[in-house]
């Protein structure tokens, strides 16, 4: 049985945690879990890359002509497709639809600036999570957003034997993306053929958790960015930590209650 700090709080937090599970499994009509994988995005999760994507896509838009959007809105962006990003503040900004040839030259300037400006770091204590993932027996799934190749073709290297590109759900995959719910179900076919309560995904921004609830999965968001956590758990988050580290340190209690709730 797992016990103590689950969090930062003791005890008490233990009985919280297993209530927020079998709440889960009640909402979405399952009796248990069968836990075979965990999904987890990219940006912000893995890589602390979001600082980067906001400021080139700010100074991008900004020199094709867009002076209306900040560094926030971006963060609120998170996930999306370039494509469907550029053609919504388009469509705000301009009243008109992007063209296929903006979009192309928009995203590209964007990619340039981003490779520019991306320290390449990765977030805290994501590795040792996706070591603990496998030592659990689980298969690691990346569900991302993302296209941008510098930070996709330096993954083995970053996460060593974590990840597959038979277990890997880029921007290059998916036709509607986040916050739709296809990326992760995508995840889940990836993972083989999984239903909903035979994963948890781990995401830190809204519409990739709202993609995620959408699909039916249980939802562990990670606050890394700039947003209050309420635009979290109200993006349909089931359980929002202030970091991966805050994660990694109750990522076995995690698990243990998962397979106790099963058993």
């Known amino acids: 049985m797992c016990v103590g700090a689950f969090l930062i709080y003791s005890f008490t937090y233990y009985s919280k945690m297993k209530k927020i ?12 879990f069968d836990l075979k994988a965990i999904l987890f995005d990219m940006d912000g999760v893995l890589y602390d890359s979001m600082p980067a994507h906001a400021k080139s896509w700010l100074q991008t838009m900004e020199e094709f002509g867009i002076k209306n959007t900040t560094l926030e809105e971006y963060y609120l962006h998170e996930g999306r497709t370039g494509s469907s990003t550029i053609s919504l503040i388009f469509n705000r900004e301009l009243n008109r639809e992007a063209t296929p040839e903006e979009i192309q030259k928009i995203y590209e300037r964007k990619t340039e600036l981003f ?8 977030i805290p204590d994501a590795r040792e999570i996706l070591e603990m993932t496998k030592s659990f027996g689980l298969l690691p799934v990346l569900v991302t957003g993302s296209g941008q190749p510098s930070l996709l073709n330096k993954l083995d290297n970053n996460f060593p034997n974590i990840f597959t590109p038979e277990t ?4 290059f995959d998916v ?7 296809e990326p992760f179900l995508m995840g889940l076919e990836k993972g083989g053929n999984l239903k909903p309560n035979q994963a948890i995904a781990i995401e830190n921004a809204p519409l990739g958790t709202e993609s995620a609830h959408k699909a039916g999965i249980f939802v562990i968001a990670v606050n890394t960015g700039p947003l209050p956590d309420k635009v979290l758990k109200d993006a349909g988050a089931d359980v929002v930590l202030s970091s991966m580290t805050e994660l990694r340190e109750i990522f076995s209690e995690v698990i243990e209650c998962v397979e106790e709730i099963r058993n």
């Open 168 to 171: 890997m759900v880029t921007a």
């Open 21 to 32: 599970f079998q709440e889960y499994l009640r909402r979405n009509n399952y009796f248990s």
């Open 175 to 181: 036709k509607i993306g986040k916050p739709h719910p």
């Open 115 to 122: 490779f520019q400006y991306n320290t390449e770091n990765t």
